[in-house]
């Protein structure tokens, strides 16, 4: 068959997931074009081309943007076969067959006989074919790393998939139920040296977890430096894990390991327990000094917008940040995060989550919540509005943390919002806050797209919109 894989976004990177479709659907003896929403609209030409459409949908934005491409084909291409495969396709659209976990196989059946029906999850382990990068665009097109006012291209590979961990607000236990499914070490590194040969000098672990298997991880990383001495990396680590495995972060430094996500979320401890997140806010202070002391950057992703948030619990996370120094670590748009509920969220079950629902929005693909304190629904909007505006307008990490601190002590009337903490002794970064390593688009949980990605999403031509958006991005909740 003629098969279309289409990367609707992910991440900002060179889509990795339509390597992996693409590798496997030619494998499969099929004739496979790709396209990638993310940097150019569709052609028309490709539609009329195609026996079938294949949509990665690994995150939130993907799948929202994917219902938008599919409804916009299906007036183009009304009996066009159409699939959705990643971690999002375990949510029913119609029309629409879906495949979600370690869906290679299943895609390849499909692409045989190709009906809809309901979403299949498969967790069975599968020798997956190296990633087929030969179509997509240039990594120059994607997110880079910036550190110290320079740009490096970058690129984004995998070593695991799925997480040992049933964090309650995050989609990856819904398809993996804790389980966990790792790439080899030398196919690692082959992908590494397909994207090195394309230009790459920094690669991103899209891994929910990068600690989940240890011993895997560091044979990972040896093998990428033995491979690769200058090339660096960033992961994403539960701070669990980074106190778990605190003597593996000065081997990772020298191996090139720059900066590590991870999700501090809020330092409320009692919300952090009902997200069974693992640590606590003490927990996540000694780990930005475990990674501090280790040359690594902690760079953590927030969920300040809860049903459980407080004006004082939103204050303490304003002020851990800075305390922490971490101000120049945290991209502006995390403190506008609000909790998704996506259909089989385990939250949904929590008491104080079902009385906060206002109903099931299918075009947002959640379930709407409202908090008791609505000044706080507010807040969550124009902090929004601003960090959209410090990406457009290009503002310094000081520059845009003072205008959110302002905007939330003017909402809450919290006047001792308004000052900074000092940093505590022990827990400065080396790096003045402008350069320290950050990819040049923002890694947040969760986001909605935006009025330009939606606008790709639309087929029939004339539809370039320009240039994507400097910070949209969704990644795993860890």
Known sequence: MRLLVVSTYELGHQPLEAGRAAAALRAAGHEVAVADLAVAPLEDRLIEWA????????????LRLAR????SVRRQRPDLPICFVGLYAVVPTEGVAGFAGEYLGDL???????TAGPPRVSLRTTVDPLPDRRDLAPLARYARLRVAGEERLAAAVEASRGCA??????????????RTRVVPPEQVVADATQVVAAGATHLSFSDPDFLNRPAHAGRV?????????????DVTVKIEHVLRYEDRWPAFARAGCLFVTTALETVDDWVLARLAKGHDAADAEEAVGVLRRAGIEPRPSLLPFTPWTTPASLHALFDAVARWDLVGNVDPVQFAV?????????????PDVQAALDGYDDEALGWRWRHRDPRLDDLAERLGSLAERAAQEGWGPVEADDALRAE?????????LRRRPAVQPGLASALPADERPRLTEAWF????????????????GGNDIGERPAAVALGPCR
């Open 165 to 178: 961990h049933r964090c309650r607000h995050c989609p990856v236990p819904v398809v993996y139920q804790g």
């Open 108 to 114: 390849q059946a499909w692409a045989s006989r190709p």
């Open 445 to 460: 949980c969760c986001a909605e797209p935006t009025r330009g990605q939606l606008a790709r999403a639309q087929t029939g």
């Open 408 to 416: 939330a002590a003017s909402s809450l009337g919290l006047p001792a």
């Open 51 to 62: 026996e079938g459409l294949c949509v990665t949908v690994p995150m939130h934005t993907g």
């Open 338 to 350: 609000r909790l998704l509920l996506p259909p089989g969220s385990l939250l949904l079950e929590d």
């Open 68 to 71: 938008a491409l599919a409804a």
């Open 221 to 233: 990383v040896a093998a990428l430096h033995e491979a690769f001495p200058g090339l660096t990396f």
